[in-house]
């Protein structure tokens, strides 16, 4: 008679060959384009603008921006609104559809379009490149990480400012929070959305699985998805390593993108960094 199989303790057994897992990605930003921006937060895209007006006021000048991951635009409107030239690159084309379309609402252009951070090539230099949301953290392979970097030099002035805003991995792992209702959403058209988180870690490789299970309830339809991605745990000595081999000066360390919020490693949601190009 066989023993009984013991269970491993995983938060998950679902798992996605490579090609599955992005398409599954692209199609949870699909489902969410429109409301990602209010999903997370009018108080991050309230508090990102005094933080990064304030930075480029201290380390400038600066007067032209490129996010190279601007997903919808939220957190660059308020930059554009106030005489930046921001130019916007992302892989998500229903991201951008929204972000085009909130531009189109404040009465702004911008010159954004689909683009990969690891080998974008515009031609032109600016004062600060942007790489905001976890963004980074989504790069699990050391040499698409030295890309993304190089990508970041190529179109900096000398002097110009990189700002980088991950995950702080050191803080999840000293509060894991690995089963838990992620959100809880009612939008004011009547949508309803509930996202669920199952996470693990595998600390050997440096790697945070983030699954996701969300539920979009509009009108008599119920739409679900699942979602997993592989994000890299970066800490502040490995990333400050990694930014001066790719040719930075880290300067500024910040828990998040909120005025006089220092990082701590324990304690910060995020961590920000803040690197003039060598």
Request: one cysteine or more; aromatic letters at 8%; glycine letters at 8%.
């Amino acid at each position: 008679m066989k023993a009984r199989r013991k269970s491993s303790g995983s938060s998950s057994h679902v798992r996605f060959l490579g090609s599955e897992r992005g398409r599954a990605h692209q199609a949870w930003f699909r489902l969410l384009a429109d409301y990602y921006g209010r999903i997370n937060g009018p108080d991050r895209v309230r508090s990102a603008y005094p933080f990064l007006h304030d930075l480029f006021r201290r380390r400038g000048p600066v007067t032209s921006v490129l996010d190279v991951a601007c997903g919808t635009f939220a957190l660059d409107l308020p930059l554009a609104e106030r005489g930046y030239e921001v130019v916007g690159r992302d892989l998500s084309e229903a991201m951008l559809a929204v972000a085009r379309r909130n531009l189109r609402a404040a009465g702004l252009t911008a010159h954004i379009a689909q683009g990969d951070m690891r080998s974008l090539r515009l031609g032109r230099t600016f004062d600060a490149v942007l790489c905001l949301g976890t963004a980074f953290n989504y790069l699990t392979e050391p040499g698409d990480a030295r890309k993304t970097l190089r990508t970041a030099r190529l179109h900096l002035r000398p002097g110009g400012l990189l700002v980088l805003d991950l995950t702080n991995f050191a803080s999840f792992g000293a509060n894991p929070r690995n089963v838990r209702a992620e959100t809880d959403y009612r939008d004011p058209d009547g949508t309803r959305i509930a996202i669920y988180a199952f996470n693990e870690q595998d600390r050997a490789k440096q790697i945070h699985t983030a699954r996701f299970l969300t539920l979009v309830h509009r009108g008599d339809q119920i739409q679900l998805s699942f979602d997993e991605s592989p994000l890299r745990m970066w800490t502040k000595p490995k990333l400050a390593k990694a930014l001066e081999r790719g040719g930075f000066r880290p300067v500024e360390w910040w828990g998040r993108l909120r005025l006089g919020e220092r990082y701590t490693v324990r304690t910060s949601p995020r961590l920000v960094s803040v690197s003039v190009r060598a």
